[in-house]
């Protein structure tokens, strides 16, 4: 057996999750502590995958070659996305929180549908058509998994879109409000300021100085 077995027997990679931003993502506000990948019997087409993920991040990051750290945030992109995996499959029919709603079948083809088209006009109602559930069935589902109801959900996270727009681009207002659902720029002006304690426009204008104070630091 080679040093890198032996050592990828006795080492554990460990990493975290920074989300960037003010306001929380839906994973990050309900999320463990941590989460343990552990070796599952050999053989298994994903343990390998594992196996082989880390033995080359852990020679990538002994390297120093260039572009070495793109290769090694990408890696630790797939194997955030492998650990979510299997700890949504490891989850038991009593488990509640966002990764057992994506995991249930209806309640997470619902998530899917408005996180996919956050313009849309959904209602609890058209989302329980869309998932075969009536509108009654699919609110009560929805908030025993995620503990909150479904429109508060969309609209928490049709700003949380929003704030992200308004840091990273320079698109207008408008067009802002129209891309996350909202019909009129005034609409989405008085919702945003409820959700974050101050209209859009100088939300931006102070999240974008706070980037530009960090990227200087």
């Not at 020679?59 to 750290?69: C, I, M, V």
């Not at 490891?90 to 309640?107: F, I, Q, R, S």
């Not at 508060?152 to 996350?180: E, K, P």
């Not at 859009?200 to 100085?209: F, L, M, N, T, V």
């Amino acid at each position: 057996m080679d040093i890198l077995s032996l050592v990828l027997r006795s080492v554990r990679l460990s990493g975290a999750v920074l989300f960037r931003g003010e306001f929380s993502s839906p994973w990050s506000l309900q999320a463990p502590d941590s989460c343990l990948a552990a070796p599952r019997a050999m053989g298994e087409t994903s343990s390998s995958w594992l196996e082989t993920n880390c033995r080359y991040m852990l020679e990538e990051a002994s390297a120093n070659r260039p572009g070495g750290a793109s290769v090694l945030g990408r890696l630790a992109e797939l194997l955030f996305v492998e650990v979510l995996r299997r700890k949504m499959e490891e989850l038991g029919k009593n488990e509640v929180g966002w990764l057992a709603a994506v995991k249930d079948p209806t309640v997470g083809k619902a998530l899917e549908l408005m996180h996919a088209d956050l313009a849309h006009p959904w209602t609890v109602e058209t989302l329980g058509r869309s998932v075969g559930l009536s509108r009654s069935a699919l609110a009560e589902r929805f908030r025993h998994l995620l503990g909150e109801p479904l429109m508060r959900y969309l609209t928490r996270w049709r700003l949380q879109w929003a704030a992200q727009l308004l840091r990273d681009t320079d698109r207008g207002l408008a067009d802002i409000a129209s891309q996350v659902g909202y019909e009129s720029e005034l609409a989405f002006n008085r919702a945003f300021k409820r959700f974050a304690g101050e209209p859009p426009a100088s939300w931006r204008r102070d999240a974008k100085g706070r980037d530009h104070l960090s990227a200087g630091a």
